[in-house]
Every structure is written in structure tokens, then in C-alpha cells.
């Protein structure tokens, strides 16, 4: 895992290297500035292997404007890995770039461990976008405790897109057992013909599942 | 026949708009973001876009963008459909290439009314 070796390189140079690796980390850190696009790229893609990049780049990635450099940011992000990144990347999905906010998600959609734990919070956000990225990242998180959130927000979320965000996923996940919460949120949500449809899309996919 | 692409990640939203579409006498296709969009439709015509904003690989936006700039593709009406329902997202979407705005999830004769007009009818 990269964020080990990044730990145990460090702890394993004589003093003298490790001096320079620090200097050569604050130099990464500057270059994360550089108005040269290919520095700033390359810089980027170098700080994957310091777990203390965490910060930088996430303050770099908030101005960055280059989609390539936004890319190496989340690439170096999702090597360092574990809960620093996660919380370090959440407060993009309220960012106005949808752009940005799409590769967010699919960094932390790889991060199922260390994201799981935020899950529960984001799904109870006063803003019901942010509920609907909460939903977005359930989309392909491999972690056994999707079908449950996802029963969660059928079951209690008064937005319609949250809801449906959730049916979609379900006709990916769902299981005959949900069956009943399923009706109910037909009942709950009568005048949408959208949620109508995707109910008994889900529905149908459960039983020939089963 | 006229022929519409879908380009959204959710897969029930794809099979509703798709319904809706082919109930009025269209043909549809789909595709799941930007990137698989932009494939399709070098290789195939199309007549209108039902675009969604949020999706992984090319978000609708920048995929609109591409649209507009390709001089190929850049003729193609698109309604862009999101769960976004402020102001600065509608004008986001106008200026990416957007001809029309509709917030999610669309009533099915709104939809079909939208998609008559911008195709020139159905036949």
C-alpha cells in the first residue's frame, strides 16, 4: 500500500537522505503552484508517495483549473488513500464544478472502507444534492452495507431525486425482502410517474433475481 | 425514424425517458456518460440529446461542450434533464449548449411535448 511505503521509505534512509526527501517534499509542495502546467502535473503525480500530501494537494485541487493536473491531484489522492483523503475530499461535493464533483465520487467510490463511516452523516445532509452524491457514491461501492443505507433513504428521505437515486441503485442491489418498503414509497410519492416506473422496474428485477 | 440518445448513468432513468420517447414514435439509445455518448454518435445519426449533468467519465456539461464545439455534432438539439433545480444550474446548462432545461423527474407528457418540438415531429 502506498501509504505505507511513503512511511517506511522515509524511516528507512540514513538522516542525510531523509533531509532531502523533506526538502524534496516541500519542493513537490511549491511546484504544486507553478504556473507551468507539466511542473504542477508532474509535482502532483510525484506527492502520491507522501501520506502528508494529503492537505496540499486538496488546497491545490480547490483552484486547480487544468483538467490534467485535476486528474494526477485525484490519482495521487486515491494512492495515499485511507480516511485522511476522504475527509479531505467530501467538502467537493458541494462544488459548483459538476466536473470535479464526479471525479470526487469515483475516487471515494474506491475508498469503501475508509469512506463507509461518512456515509451515514452525508445521507442525513440538510442539502438534499449533497444527499443525492451521498446516493451517487453507493452507485458501485463494494461494501456489504449498501442494500441498508439504501433501504434508509427509501424508507425516510422526503426529496424526490434522493429517493430516486436510491430506487436506481436498487434495481442493482434489491432483494424480495424489500418489497414492502418499495410499495410504500410508490404510495408516498403518488403523483411522480418517475418513481411509479422505477418501483416496479426494481420490483420486477428483485423476483426474476430471486 | 427519428432517432434520440439518451446519455444518463441511471439505468431507470434511461429505461423511463427511453419509454417515454419511444411512445411518441421515436427511436432511442442510450448511453451512460459523456465519453460513451461521443462514441455513439460517430458512429450513428442523431436527431436530438436527452442529457443528464451529473455522471462519472464526462459529466453533461463538458459533454455538451464537446458537442458544440465538434462542427459534425454541434447542430444536435439537447434537452439537458437534472435534479438541479436552481437558477445558476439552468444557466449553466445554457451556456454548455443546452437548448432546453428540464428538472428531474420530468412528467411524461411535459417531456414528450419538449421532445416533439425540438426534433421538428415525429414523423
Not at chain 2, 439505468?11 to 423511463?16: A, D, E, G, L, Q
Request: hydrophobic share 45%; charged share 30%.
Amino acid at each position: 500500500m502506498a501509504l505505507k511505503k511513503a512511511r517506511d521509505i522515509q524511516k528507512s534512509k540514513p538522516k542525510e537522505e531523509r533531509r532531502s526527501l523533506k526538502r524534496n517534499f516541500q519542493g513537490l509542495i511549491n511546484q504544486l503552484n507553478d504556473p507551468d502546467i507539466q511542473i504542477r502535473r508532474w509535482a502532483a503525480r510525484e506527492l502520491a508517495g507522501f501520506e502528508q500530501a494529503v492537505e496540499p494537494l486538496c488546497r491545490r485541487l480547490q483552484k486547480e483549473q487544468v483538467l490534467s493536473v485535476q486528474e494526477s491531484i485525484l490519482n495521487s489522492l486515491l494512492t495515499i488513500g485511507g480516511e485522511e483523503v476522504v475527509k479531505n475530499l467530501i467538502p467537493f461535493l458541494r462544488s459548483d464544478d459538476a466536473g470535479l464533483r464526479n471525479k470526487v465520487i469515483e475516487v471515494l467510490q474506491a475508498l469503501p472502507e475508509a469512506v463507509a463511516p461518512y456515509i451515514e452523516k452525508l445521507l442525513r445532509d440538510p442539502d438534499s444534492d449533497v444527499r443525492i452524491f451521498a446516493v451517487d457514491i453507493l452507485q458501485v461501492l463494494p461494501h456489504a452495507q449498501v442494500p441498508e443505507w439504501l433501504l434508509q433513504v427509501i424508507r425516510t428521505d422526503d426529496h424526490v431525486n434522493v429517493v430516486a437515486a436510491a430506487l436506481d441503485r436498487l434495481a442493482e442491489v434489491g432483494t424480495p425482502e424489500m418489497i414492502p418498503a418499495l410499495l410504500e414509497v410508490k404510495q408516498r410519492f403518488a403523483n411522480e410517474p418517475y418513481i411509479a416506473f422505477a418501483v416496479d422496474t426494481v420490483i420486477e428485477r428483485t423476483k426474476s433475481e430471486a | 425514424m427519428k432517432r434520440v440518445l439518451i446519455v444518463d448513468d441511471a439505468v431507470t432513468v434511461r429505461m423511463y425517458h427511453r419509454q417515454q420517447v419511444e411512445e411518441i414514435g421515436l427511436k432511442a439509445e442510450e448511453a451512460a456518460n459523456g465519453v460513451e455518448a461521443l462514441e455513439k454518435m460517430m458512429r450513428d445519426n442523431f436527431d436530438l440529446l436527452l442529457v443528464d449533468v451529473n455522471m462519472p467519465k464526462m459529466d453533461g456539461y463538458r459533454f455538451l461542450k464537446e458537442v458544440r464545439q465538434n462542427p459534425d455534432l454541434m447542430s444536435i438539439p439537447a434537452i439537458m434533464i437534472s435534479t438541479e433545480a436552481g437558477e445558476q444550474d439552468e444557466a449553466q446548462a445554457y451556456e454548455a449548449g443546452a437548448n432546453y432545461y428540464l428538472v428531474k423527474p420530468v412528467q411524461p407528457e411535459v417531456l414528450q411535448s419538449i421532445v416533439n418540438i425540438l426534433v421538428g415531429g415525429t414523423r
